[in-house]
């Protein structure tokens, strides 16, 4: 499956930062698709101690096969 790539980790981290007002900052840890759904799910590190779930539509955010083992 080839998908197009339109946006990039730092975006997302940025994005997350952004809309939830974090003061630290934030790494993508792990990226999964779920097909069920279709959403891909973000797992993002805010501290030592914090983690969060998002959810974001597959085609709101499209990856490569590539960036998506790598985020993995």
């Not at 980790?9 to 990226?31: A, F, S």
Request: charged letters at 35%.
């Amino acid at each position: 499956m080839k998908l197009e790539l339109s946006v990039s980790c730092d975006q997302i981290e940025d994005m997350v930062q952004t809309q939830h007002n974090l003061d630290m900052p934030v790494k993508l840890i792990k990226m999964d698709y779920d097909s069920i759904g279709d959403l891909c799910v973000f797992e993002l590190e805010v501290d030592d101690e914090q983690y969060r779930m998002i959810n974001r539509k597959w085609d709101d955010y499209a990856f490569t096969e590539g960036l998506v083992e790598e985020a993995i």
